[in-house]
Each structure stands twice: as structure tokens, then as C-alpha cells.
């Protein structure tokens, strides 16, 4: 399981600050946003890129808290723990790449004999916990995305109106 969990790694360190093949990296183009931006709510989006950076830390959470065997810890769908305030573009921000240094920091950490454990509070091993947190982190980074196109359409829209 080595393998796995260098996989993951790569992985996530690619999607966060590397070179990933479907877009510019999570620093490039999500990072540099101000705070006007990430807190804008467009009226066909259900949540904010805030909302959604804050929502990806709080899954990550949850997996940094089941590798490092929090049996206890849980998040429920639709609740404040899946979808906490975003009121701070800064603290939010601030709060994801602190997830990444835990999460990596919790990868290299947790024991290879555990993969095919069931995760507490699921009924899942923690291959596919591992592998799902990537699959999350990239399914909101393309939400984001369309929330940067429909701002910079609506920009050009009201000023071209102007």
C-alpha cells in the first residue's frame, strides 16, 4: 500500500500546487481570488467559491480525523459540519492550506495494514476514502471554475452595459 499512499500524495500535492493536466493548480487560480470575488454569490450557484474552498477543508477534515483514528468524528450531508460559514475569504483560505499540510502530514503517518479497514461512522475502507477526497476536491474545483466564468461573463456583461 505504499504505492497507494504515494500515489495519493502526488495526488493531492498536484491538484494543490503542482502541474495537474485538467487546469491551472488550486494556488494558481483559486488562491490568488480576493475576498470580494470568493464571497460573491451568483443567483444560479447555490453557494459562494468560499462556501465551496470551505466545504472541501471541512471533508478534509473528516479524513484527516479518520486517519489519525478519530472513531468519533463524523460529518452529516446538508448540515453546518458539510457546509460551515464562509464569511472570512481569509480565515477560509487559511483554513485549507492548513488541510493540506495535515492531510499529507496524516497520509504519511497512517499505517499500511489499516487501508482495508472499515473508516468508523462508514461503511467504507479507507482506500476509498482517500481516493474519494481527491475525487471531491477536483468535482468542487470544476464547480469553482464555472463560478469564475459566470463572474468574469457577468463582469463583461454589466460593463459593456455601462
Not at 453557494?47 to 471533508?59: K, L, R
Not at 463524523?74 to 485549507?96: C, H, M, Q, R, Y
Not at 502530514?105 to 476514502?129: A, G, H, M
Amino acid at each position: 500500500m505504499d504505492t497507494l499512499k504515494k500515489q495519493i500524495i502526488q495526488e493531492l500535492t498536484v491538484f494543490y500546487s503542482g502541474d495537474p493536466w485538467v487546469t491551472e493548480n488550486f494556488e494558481y487560480k483559486v488562491a490568488t481570488l480576493n475576498a470580494e470575488t470568493a464571497l460573491q454569490r451568483i443567483s444560479a450557484f447555490n453557494h459562494n467559491i468560499a462556501e465551496i474552498v470551505a466545504h472541501m477543508t471541512a471533508w478534509r477534515n473528516f479524513v484527516i480525523k479518520k486517519l489519525q483514528g478519530d472513531i468519533t468524528f463524523n460529518i452529516v450531508d446538508n448540515t453546518k459540519g458539510d457546509w460551515p460559514d464562509a464569511n472570512s475569504w481569509e480565515e477560509t483560505l487559511s483554513n485549507f492550506r492548513l488541510s493540506q499540510a495535515d492531510l499529507i502530514r496524516s497520509l504519511n503517518n497512517f499505517s499500511d495494514n489499516k487501508w482495508k479497514e472499515t473508516v468508523p461512522t462508514r461503511s467504507y475502507d479507507f482506500i476509498y476514502l482517500v481516493k474519494g477526497i481527491v475525487q471531491h476536491d477536483y468535482y468542487h474545483y470544476g464547480q469553482i471554475g464555472c463560478l469564475i466564468a459566470a463572474q468574469k461573463k457577468l463582469h463583461q456583461s454589466t460593463t459593456s452595459t455601462s
